[in-house]
């Protein structure tokens, strides 16, 4: 078990096949890297979107709470709607 | 005997077993492909007729079994989707799906590569080249009919039905591809015999075959996991997962 | 059980044939794809004698393809599919009798028409003998498994593409030995052992396919 290259120029080399190796294991390295990635940032998605649900829960439950409260004061019943609406 | 294996049936539990494997299989596989490309890009010989060219071995090798095993763990779980109607494992397969595509691209490419030096062309129509390319297209098949239904549950099965015809058809290929390069012998292209390997080669092979295993078991089981988590996004344990997990 | 399936294959037979443009569409498909061919790479006999057998089974997997798609579409759309289904009659039969009635509706043209492309290609007799016993051979197996994938992409509103995806990998090996069988024709050498592969692989898919197709439809109805 020994280092099998005189020096790192020769091993960036590889015996003048440096380019071929290096682009072999870097494609494949940015392959892994890839998925990995994807992996995770589709984890991120996620995250974000299960979120927005539970944002999403609340905001019709004040939405419904607030129009609970305007239509005692029966002024505003329109207005409230619309906001029922959007959310 | 199978019966422990029933739990994990449900989607609950399959993603408590996921979260406890991957940290293993995730650092293994880092450590082990550390340990195996360093040994065989410094220290393992150089090939007395190819140089140091001989090296892209050691990611090629490992990545070209890996394509067709992840296609035979794929075909498996599509089986046993089917015969048990298990939504985990049609999950489990797609999950695979492109962890496999993505090694039978970099047996390609590693191929090409590999081929340019020692062929003098980049793509020649070697028996091995041909057959990772037409499973490169049976894994995107498969992928393409998954994504084509709204209905996740008509396209794990769908799906699985275009994996285990694939399956039955890779043998047949193989060897029709093999008899057919072996018919057409280009004239110009001395074909390489495959070095009787020592094993001070042998031994980087084997471990960066280990860590590549490793890998398609750590991303497969990562997918997994979202999988599950975005087929039941709406469950509440999905939903106090993925909140512990955001703030964690 | 055999009159369920005489007379489903009697009713397909008239449906088919009472849509003649749809059957020579994939006809005209077949012909003009194969005279692209010496306008492509030149007139040379000897090129085109080389290429030929490859240039005829390529066009006669890619206008199979075209066809495809109507097998099970029109059944799929109005609903008799699912009134078949829920008949229970066997639908690995039905299928298969489906098949047969594809094969012979759309492909047996193309097969009829295969002189006239050996005449454009230049083949010689022994090559056309041989393209012609591949052919019968082979394209009830391009027929059986194209109906598992059709059966799969049936519900699906943009299946033509993805059909061609699917099916022409799965396609390899039979190109493979056809052509071979006719370059060994060509060579006079015997082919018996191509076509024996080309059988023995449409015994297999005739053994599994139908099981296939009648899954696939399920899953497609459901």
């Given at each position: 078990?020994?280092?099998?290259?005189?020096?790192?120029q020769?091993?960036?080399?590889?015996?003048?096949?440096?380019?071929?190796v290096?682009l072999?294991?870097g494609v494949?390295?940015?392959?892994?890297l890839?998925?990995?990635?994807?992996?995770?940032w589709?984890?991120?998605q996620?995250?974000?979107?299960?979120?927005?649900?539970i944002a999403r829960?609340?905001?019709?439950?004040?939405?419904?709470?607030?129009s609970?409260k305007?239509?005692?004061?029966?002024?505003e019943?329109?207005k409230s709607e619309?906001?029922?609406g959007r959310? | 005997?199978?019966?422990w294996?029933h739990?994990?049936?449900?989607?609950?539990?399959a993603y408590?077993?996921c979260?406890?494997?991957?940290?293993?299989f995730?650092?293994s596989s880092?450590?082990t492909?550390?340990?195996?490309?360093?040994?065989?890009?410094?220290?393992?010989?150089a090939?007395y007729?190819q140089?140091?060219?001989?090296?892209?071995?050691?990611?090629?090798?490992?990545s070209a079994i890996?394509?067709?095993?992840?296609y035979?763990?794929m075909?498996?779980?599509?089986?046993?989707?089917?015969?048990w109607?298990?939504?985990t494992?049609y999950?489990?397969?797609?999950?695979?799906a492109?962890v496999?595509a993505?090694?039978?691209f970099?047996?390609?490419?590693?191929g090409?590569?590999?081929?340019k030096?020692?062929?003098g062309?980049?793509?020649?129509?070697?028996a091995r080249?041909?057959s990772e390319l037409v499973?490169l297209?049976l894994?995107l098949?498969?992928i393409?009919?998954y994504?084509?239904?709204?209905?996740?549950v008509?396209a794990?099965k769908?799906a699985?039905?275009?994996a285990?015809?694939?399956?039955?058809?890779?043998?047949i290929?193989?060897?029709s591809?093999?008899?057919?390069?072996?018919?057409?012998?280009?004239a110009?292209i001395?074909?390489?015999?495959?070095p009787s390997?020592?094993s001070e080669?042998?031994w980087?092979?084997?471990i960066?075959?280990?860590?590549?295993?490793?890998?398609?078991?750590?991303?497969s089981i990562?997918r997994?996991?979202?999988?599950?988590?975005?087929r039941?996004?709406?469950r509440?344990w999905?939903?106090k997962t993925?909140i512990k997990?955001s703030k964690? | 059980?055999?009159s369920?399936?005489?007379a489903i294959f009697k009713r397909?037979?008239?449906?088919?044939?009472r849509?003649r443009a749809?059957?020579l569409q994939?006809?005209?498909f077949?012909?003009?794809?194969?005279?692209?061919?010496?306008?492509?790479v030149g007139?040379g006999?000897?090129t085109l004698q080389?290429?030929?057998?490859?240039?005829?089974?390529?066009a006669?997997?890619?206008?199979?393809?075209?066809?495809?798609e109507?097998?099970?579409?029109?059944?799929?759309?109005?609903?008799?599919?699912?009134?078949?289904?829920?008949?229970?009659?066997?639908?690995a039969?039905?299928?298969v009798v489906k098949v047969c009635?594809h094969w012979?509706?759309s492909i047996?043209?193309l097969?009829v028409l295969?002189?006239?492309?050996?005449?454009f290609?230049?083949?010689?007799?022994?090559?056309y003998?041989?393209?012609?016993?591949t052919?019968?051979?082979?394209?009830?197996l391009?027929?059986?498994?194209?109906?598992?994938a059709v059966?799969?992409?049936?519900g699906?509103q943009k299946?033509g593409?993805?059909l061609?995806?699917?099916?022409?990998?799965?396609?390899?090996?039979?190109?493979i030995?056809?052509?071979?069988?006719?370059?060994a024709?060509?060579?006079q050498?015997?082919?018996?052992?191509h076509?024996?592969l080309?059988?023995?692989m449409?015994l297999?898919?005739?053994?599994?396919?139908p099981?296939?197709?009648?899954?696939?439809?399920?899953v497609?109805q459901?």
């Amino acid at each position: 078990m020994t280092f099998q290259f005189e020096s790192w120029q020769a091993f960036w080399q590889m015996g003048g096949y440096g380019f071929y190796v290096w682009l072999a294991f870097g494609v494949s390295l940015l392959a892994v890297l890839a998925l990995v990635y994807e992996s995770i940032w589709t984890k991120q998605q996620l995250i974000k979107a299960v979120n927005a649900q539970i944002a999403r829960k609340q905001r019709i439950k004040q939405a419904k709470m607030q129009s609970n409260k305007q239509t005692e004061s029966t002024t505003e019943h329109d207005k409230s709607e619309q906001e029922v609406g959007r959310a | 005997m199978w019966k422990w294996l029933h739990p994990y049936a449900k989607s609950e539990s399959a993603y408590q077993l996921c979260k406890t494997l991957l940290p293993w299989f995730a650092w293994s596989s880092v450590l082990t492909l550390f340990v195996g490309t360093l040994w065989g890009l410094a220290f393992a010989p150089a090939d007395y007729q190819q140089g140091d060219s001989f090296r892209i071995i050691y990611i090629h090798v490992p990545s070209a079994i890996l394509s067709m095993g992840a296609y035979s763990a794929m075909a498996i779980a599509a089986f046993v989707g089917m015969v048990w109607q298990i939504r985990t494992s049609y999950m489990a397969m797609m999950a695979i799906a492109p962890v496999g595509a993505m090694m039978t691209f970099i047996a390609l490419f590693t191929g090409a590569a590999w081929g340019k030096p020692m062929w003098g062309t980049w793509w020649v129509w070697d028996a091995r080249l041909t057959s990772e390319l037409v499973l490169l297209f049976l894994y995107l098949g498969v992928i393409s009919l998954y994504k084509a239904f709204d209905d996740k549950v008509q396209a794990g099965k769908a799906a699985s039905v275009m994996a285990l015809v694939g399956v039955i058809n890779l043998p047949i290929i193989h060897y029709s591809v093999e008899w057919w390069n072996t018919l057409h012998q280009g004239a110009t292209i001395s074909k390489f015999e495959r070095p009787s390997i020592a094993s001070e080669m042998l031994w980087p092979l084997l471990i960066n075959l280990l860590g590549a295993s490793l890998l398609v078991g750590a991303l497969s089981i990562k997918r997994l996991q979202n999988e599950l988590l975005r087929r039941e996004i709406h469950r509440p344990w999905a939903v106090k997962t993925l909140i512990k997990e955001s703030k964690a | 059980m055999m009159s369920v399936l005489m007379a489903i294959f009697k009713r397909d037979m008239a449906l088919a044939f009472r849509q003649r443009a749809e059957l020579l569409q994939p006809m005209m498909f077949f012909v003009l794809v194969i005279s692209l061919f010496p306008l492509g790479v030149g007139p040379g006999p000897d090129t085109l004698q080389k290429i030929g057998p490859g240039v005829i089974w390529v066009a006669a997997i890619l206008s199979s393809l075209l066809g495809m798609e109507r097998l099970f579409r029109d059944d799929y759309q109005d609903g008799s599919l699912e009134q078949l289904m829920l008949s229970g009659a066997p639908m690995a039969l039905v299928s298969v009798v489906k098949v047969c009635v594809h094969w012979i509706a759309s492909i047996l043209p193309l097969i009829v028409l295969s002189p006239l492309l050996a005449l454009f290609l230049n083949l010689t007799v022994e090559m056309y003998w041989a393209l012609l016993a591949t052919l019968l051979i082979g394209t009830p197996l391009l027929s059986l498994v194209g109906a598992v994938a059709v059966g799969l992409t049936v519900g699906l509103q943009k299946g033509g593409v993805l059909l061609a995806l699917l099916l022409l990998p799965v396609f390899v090996p039979l190109l493979i030995f056809a052509t071979a069988a006719v370059d060994a024709a060509a060579m006079q050498l015997p082919y018996s052992a191509h076509l024996g592969l080309i059988g023995a692989m449409l015994l297999l898919a005739l053994a599994l396919a139908p099981l296939a197709i009648a899954y696939a439809l399920r899953v497609s109805q459901s």
